[in-house]
Structure formats: C-alpha cells, structure tokens
C-alpha cells in the first residue's frame, strides 16, 4: 500500500493557483510525521519546498516560494496541503510529498530529500500560457 497519495495537479496559467493534496493512507502514515513538499523539473535536482510536522503548526516554506507558497494540514482528513498562488513557469514540474519521523522537520536550512523515507508517486504541475 502506497503511503502517501499526492493529487491536485494540472495545468494553470502563470498568476495562477492550485492546491495540492497528501493524503496518508494510515495513521501511522501520518501521525506524528514530518511531511514534506519537493519538486522535480525535467533535468534538475529535486528540490524542497515546504514541510508540516503533523504534530504540531511547525513548518517551514523554502526561499525560493516563500510569499507564494504555504503548508497546511487536516489532521481529520490525515492530509496535508500545498497552496501554491501567483505560479510562475519555473514552478513547472513534479510534485512528490514525502514522510519521515519528527526529527526530519528539525533539520536546519534546506528541506533535503534524502532525510524522507516514504514517498508518493508524485502529480504533476504546469504552469504555462
């Protein structure tokens, strides 16, 4: 069973939104996690963007979206989101969320995707006139 479950992507225009899911497929999946939000364009490295301890509020958006961006959760729904506003074309590729324990959203600086250990399979965002 895939633990998490990524959906919300599409194609938008550039001043555009939408709004990303992740939804855990257990409580384990979800309870007490750090999740995260990275992306992929074509040829680049994946990158992190923002990151929730379900715990708690704490969270943490990247530079590079900040002002754009932001992470919420439903502990209800065991689903985090990713509102993304005012998209630019470089926000243009492969969304994954991805878990690990608390620790993992104490990591100073980058959200760095080798800390995750489960992963979903990804939706895809893009962001084009």
């Not at 990151?51 to 985090?80: C, H, M, N, W």
């Not at 994954?96 to 995750?116: H, K, L, Q, T």
């Amino acid at each position: 069973q895939v633990p998490l479950v990524e959906s919300g992507g599409g194609s938008v225009q550039p001043g555009g939104s939408l709004r990303l899911s992740c939804t855990a497929s257990s409580e384990s999946a979800y309870s007490g996690k750090c999740i995260a939000w990275f992306r992929q364009a074509p040829g680049k490295a994946r990158e992190g963007v923002a990151r929730i301890y379900t715990g708690s509020t704490e969270s943490l958006i990247a530079a590079a979206v900040k002002g754009r961006f932001t992470v919420s959760q439903d502990p209800a729904a065991k689903t985090v989101y990713l509102q993304m506003n005012n998209l630019k074309r470089e926000d243009t590729g492969m969304y994954y969320c991805a878990a690990d324990g608390r620790a993992a959203c104490w990591v100073p600086g980058n959200i760095i995707p080798s800390v995750f250990t489960d992963w979903g399979q990804g939706t895809q965002v893009t962001v084009s006139s």
